[in-house]
């Protein structure tokens, strides 16, 4: 432990903090402070040299970015949606979704040739989606509850993050088409991996051999 250097690691608060928590209690780092945290956002964990801060998913990667905390734990969509500069290390496993086009089930999103509206929280996923498609669109950008869009004649379609898809079926939504898998994903900022290359390194060997283990108990 001495003479390492202390590591920043930025949670994603909600759904993604608790499950990297378990993750990172199972790896030996003492996460009690942050499962009772009350209203509190920063921890520090002498023992393990470790202070974790608890963020919202757009703001993860800005941190990462400035280099303020060395490791992001953050959402594939987080990352697909804004363009920064970090190294994606590990695919943690949990939080899996997708990316889908969905719409109202009885509207043929395909047919004619009207240039198509399309609601989303995620304009640039949706904008490069349609890009690789060839195909025109505008994007109408929307802060949640996006399957309200083509319900109210807003958008012909939404993009959006598809779980269990029951938020789809409870509103008369369909999907027509999956763009891409998401799950929770290690980032690690550019500098932080040079500079603190052997604590990073041991960090990211000890949650893989956690992921490892939870993956062949799933199995
Ligand atoms: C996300 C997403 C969908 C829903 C999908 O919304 O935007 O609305 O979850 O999950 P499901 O397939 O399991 O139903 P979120 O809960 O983040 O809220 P929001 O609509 O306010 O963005």
Partial sequence: MDGERKIKIALTKGRIEKEAV??????????????NKGRKLIFHNMESNIDFVLVKAPDVLTYVEHGVVDVGIVGKDTLLEQD????????LGFGKCKFSLAGLKNSDFYSGYNRKKIATKYPNVARSYFRKLGQD??????????????????????VDIVET????????????KDICSISARMVVNMASMKMKKEEIEKIINKVQVQINEMEKAAR
């Fill in 137 to 158: 669109v505008e994007i109408i950008k929307i802060e949640g509850s996006v399957e309200l869009a083509p319900i109210l004649g807003l958008a012909d379609a939404i």
């Fill in 84 to 91: 920064k500069n970090f190294y994606e290390v590990l695919d």
């Fill in 22 to 35: 378990k993750i990172f209690e199972r790896a030996g780092v003492d996460c009690s402070e942050v499962i």
């Fill in 165 to 176: 898809g029951s938020t789809l079926k409870e509103n008369g939504l369909v999907v027509y």
